[in-house]
């Protein structure tokens, strides 16, 4: 398998997806200019890891169930060739897929490769946190990014993968995210997903970036309860499970078109979509940078990220901190 191609096995899953479930062997075989022998073995490799696909004489293949999974044949499946997310490798267990994504750029991962865990031993968040989620109850990955950028730029992939968070679920998903700059996606003024960016960089540009992203997806509200923050999940908001790989692919497919966008120079409108998501656009916050502490009124986000801060009366750009909201009450 070549870098950005999706595996046999994800095209195979690929038709019986989009064959409403169904396919001959005949017709995949030919489609994939393959053996229908070679279509028989990958049907029996996608079984044993979990999914059930049945056979009818003369009828072919039905997709019958999907077990709850990242398996990489599920995502592969979903992504347009050439998306980000490819190549996709999956852990059923890693430290952290920002660590593991970091070790594989260094070892020359190509851009656009994805990482996706069921579950971190030390998952990391912002400013030296942890990241918890149980296993196979989240989203966790992260994207392997070798964009062509000016150091000073870096910050704006923050703002792209929180919008792809947030088109993706109110796409497919019906509910309707906001962004607390400068990655926090809420659902319900309660945190659903943090974004973890990590970088490298030479003469001032960007060698690689990792972009990490958990979500939580499936976590029932006991255990959003025991939190240290309020935290939501997409089943605790919506009463339902969802499908983590078919979520996992609508996230990627969206990231690849902003990431496109911003790439063609299209930063300045795509500050103005992240702006209307924004829960903080026109209120009083602090900002915290390191050890100082700013206040003011946040009026806007730049192209390349950064916060714009109203502070005594002149406008300052932000590029990193961490936001609190003077009267959080608003977001109740
Ligand atoms: C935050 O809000 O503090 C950022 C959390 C980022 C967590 C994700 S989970 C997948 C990726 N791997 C990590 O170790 N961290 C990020």
């Known amino acids: 398998m070549s870098a950005a191609e999706t595996s046999t096995a994800g095209q195979v899953l690929r038709l019986l997806l989009s064959g409403n479930g169904e396919r001959s062997g005949q017709d995949m075989a030919q489609r994939l200019g393959i053996s229908r022998a070679a279509v028989a073995k990958i049907v029996s490799s996608l079984r044993e890891q979990g999914l059930e696909i049945e056979a009818a004489p ?4 039905r997709l019958v169930s999907e077990p709850p999974l990242l398996l990489p044949p599920m995502v592969e499946a979903r992504l347009k060739p050439g998306s980000l997310g490819l190549p996709f490798f999956y852990f059923p267990e890693i430290d952290s897929t920002n660590l593991e994504a970091r070790r594989r750029a260094e070892a020359g991962a190509p851009h656009g ?21 149980p296993r196979g109850s989240a989203l966790l990955f992260s994207i392997i990014l070798r964009p062509v950028l000016r150091l ?5 992939l923050n703002n792209l993968i929180s919008l792809a968070v947030c088109r993706a679920l109110e796409k497919h ?3 309707e995210p906001a962004i607390k700059w400068p990655n926090d996606v809420y659902l319900e003024g309660k945190k659903l997903a943090g974004v973890l960016t990590e970088f490298t960089s030479r003469a001032e540009a960007v060698e690689y970036a990792v972009v990490g992203v958990g979500l939580n997806v499936n976590q029932e509200p006991e255990w959003l309860a025991g939190m240290d923050q309020p935290a939501m999940s997409l089943l605790a908001a919506t009463g339902h499970a969802w499908n983590r ?4 692919a ?4 969206e990231m690849t078109s902003l990431h496109d966008q ?3 120079g299209g930063g300045e409108e795509l500050a103005r979509e992240y702006a209307e998501r924004s829960l903080i656009l026109g209120l009083q916050v602090k900002v915290r940078e390191g050890k100082a502490v700013r206040e003011g009124k946040a009026v806007g986000f730049a192209p390349e990220g950064a916060l714009l801060l109203e502070e005594d009366g002149s406008i300052n750009p932000i590029h990193h901190g961490d936001v609190s909201l003077l009267d959080w009450e608003v977001l109740a």
Do not use: K, N
Not at 119 to 130: E, F, Y
């Open 113 to 133: 490769a994805c990482l996706a865990a069921e579950h971190q031993t030390t998952g990391r968040g912002r400013l030296d946190r942890h990241w918890q989620a």
């Open 262 to 264: 911003f790439m063609a």
């Open 250 to 253: 609508q996230i990627l497919e």
């Open 173 to 175: 998903g019906g509910v």
């Open 152 to 156: 000073s730029r870096v910050f704006a």
């Open 58 to 61: 003369r009828r072919g293949y």
């Open 245 to 248: 790989a078919t979520l996992l």
